[in-house]
């Protein structure tokens, strides 16, 4: 009898075991076809500095900074990534390794990997056709957070925005970004992802490399699931050419609290950049 039952457990386990592993290939299947769609191919027009006639001279600086002439203009691009992740405010960094497809203002897919040994996590942050969604596992079997709804979807969205920086040619004028200078040397840009208006502050160098991002953000910024809007700032520290874009490569990103003290979550190097769409689903 004992044998019998041992039998029947090890085989209801080994069932709830496939039947994991099958729906998160399913859920990874179907965000790789999203990922791949909007991974489309640059534009056959190329940049050309005249596209800057009119804009604050900040904004010219970084545009030209960040774009080399002759480029074509990009829709997307594909990032690979390194760096550490912060699950919680106080904890331990942990090792992080992903890839991302990022297609401003029409959505982006991020996969990772993070930390070691039997706290091993995988999954995806996604936003596409004005939805949110994120899925993590632990040991690529048990899932371990869900989420997507308005919350999840607002912050997506105003994620897209920040990191639109990595798309520089998305922040051209020709595609809807709308430049403001402001007092003491500020400078903002205007997006619009599927109908709200976000605006990303930039902080520059003399050159035009971009040091810093800053926006209001909706977000859980505490981690306490009390969503609200808070200050999201991305710092570069380094930057990079990849195929005629000049972007930010090494950097850290975190919510900015009304004390001044930086919850930086996110550390990353960005080893390659593809902006070529080379393999692209249409």
Not at 202 to 208: A, E, F, K, N, V
């Amino acid at each position: 009898m004992l044998k019998t039952l041992l039998l029947i457990l090890t085989v209801a386990l080994a069932v709830a075991a496939f039947v994991l592993v099958a729906r998160r290939g399913t859920a990874f299947h179907r965000i790789d076809r999203v990922a791949g769609s909007l991974f489309a191919s640059p534009s056959a027009e190329v940049f050309s500095t005249a596209a800057l006639n009119g804009l604050p001279e900040p904004a010219e600086r970084y545009l030209r900074h960040a774009i080399a002439p002759g480029t074509p203009l990009a829709s997307a691009v594909r990032l690979s990534m390194r760096g550490t992740f912060l699950l919680q405010r106080g904890g331990e960094r942990i090792p992080m390794s992903a890839e991302q497809v990022l297609a401003p203002p029409r959505g982006f897919v991020w996969k990772a990997r993070m930390g070691r040994g039997l706290m091993r996590i995988s999954g995806f942050d996604a936003y596409y056709q004005a939805q949110g969604e994120l899925r993590w596992w632990l040991l690529n079997l048990v899932p371990l957070v869900r989420g997507q709804g308005p919350d999840i979807s607002r912050s997506a969205a105003g994620r897209l925005a920040m990191e639109s920086v990595l798309v520089p040619s998305s922040l051209l004028p020709e595609r809807g970004a709308r430049w403001k200078e402001g007092t003491e040397g500020t400078l903002s840009v205007g997006l619009r992802v599927d109908g709200e208006d976000f605006e990303v502050g930039l902080t520059l160098d003399s050159d035009g490399r971009l040091l810093r991002a800053q926006m209001p953000r909706w977000g859980d910024a505490r981690g306490d699931g009390n969503f609200g809007a808070f200050l999201f700032e991305v710092e570069a520290e380094e930057e990079r050419p990849f195929g005629g874009y000049t972007i930010p490569s090494r950097l850290k990103a975190g919510w900015r609290f009304a004390d001044g003290s930086f919850h930086d979550f996110f550390h990353a190097e960005i080893l390659e950049a593809d902006f070529s769409g080379a393999g692209a689903s249409h």
